[in-house]
T-cell receptor, first 117, second 114 residues
């Protein structure tokens, strides 16, 4: 079946502009994660959604970052007033379910490469 | 807080050489441990995992053993191929959290030359 898809695959924007990144998780997966991969660094957790529960936003680096998940499926990560340090690859992952008893595998999308000029 | 440390790359090996990528972790609970691989131009894929001490994860000729006493999860392969060239990420998911929040190491780039 289809995997996790993300769009756009590449985005170039000017400093100060807003951007929206989209993630379509695998159908039926209730857990969705956003990560950021900066050049030469590991993956940084941003935000987590599980079903209709309130998301864990503890990883968002500033209040310029926000994310929504509509209908428990598609998610949008929005970065307002982009800065050059926001340049990175933004990865989305989904899993069938989540919780201490499950340890489900996370399936990653190909990512969106964001470049802020 | 929880963290993962990996050996720094890049690592360059000749085909059929033995591979070891070191990984150590710090966690407050009893984590599950993972190795993810990112091939050029592709997204991350789960390579293998181990959920408790002394478990060995294996896949595609790669192996890693969960060593609680040394808090390590080193990745090994007996004979690497050019197709193994990729970035490898060690990661943990702490079962002390309410969900599978995965913490990744910085990644180790591997290049295998013919």
């Amino acid at each position: 079946g289809a995997g996790v898809s993300q769009s756009p695959s590449n985005k170039v924007t000017e400093k100060g502009k807003d951007v929206e990144l989209r993630c379509d998780p695998i159908s039926g997966h209730t857990a969705l994660y956003w990560y950021r991969q900066s050049l030469g660094q590991g993956l940084e957790f941003l935000i987590y959604f599980q079903g209709n529960s309130a998301p864990d936003k503890s990883g968002l680096p500033s209040d310029r970052f926000s994310a929504e998940r509509t209908g428990g499926s598609v998610s949008t990560l929005t970065i307002q007033r982009t800065q050059q340090e926001d340049s990175a690859v933004y990865l989305c992952a989904s899993s069938l379910r989540s919780g201490r008893a499950y340890q489900e595998t996370q399936y990653f999308g190909p990512g969106t490469r964001l470049l802020v000029l | 807080g929880d963290s993962v440390t990996q050996m720094e790359g890049p690592v360059t090996l000749s085909e059929e050489a033995f591979l070891t990528i070191n990984c150590t972790y710090t966690a407050t609970g009893y984590p599950s441990l993972f190795w993810y691989v990112q091939y050029p131009g592709e997204g991350l894929q789960l390579l293998l995992k181990a959920t408790k001490a002394d478990d060995k994860g294996s896949n595609k000729g790669f192996e890693a053993t969960y060593r609680k006493e040394t808090t390590s999860f080193h990745l090994e392969k007996g004979s690497v191929q050019v197709s193994d060239s990729a970035v490898y990420f060690c990661a943990l998911s702490d079962q002390g959290t309410s969900y599978d929040k995965v913490i990744f190491g910085p990644g180790t780039s591997l290049s295998v030359i013919p």
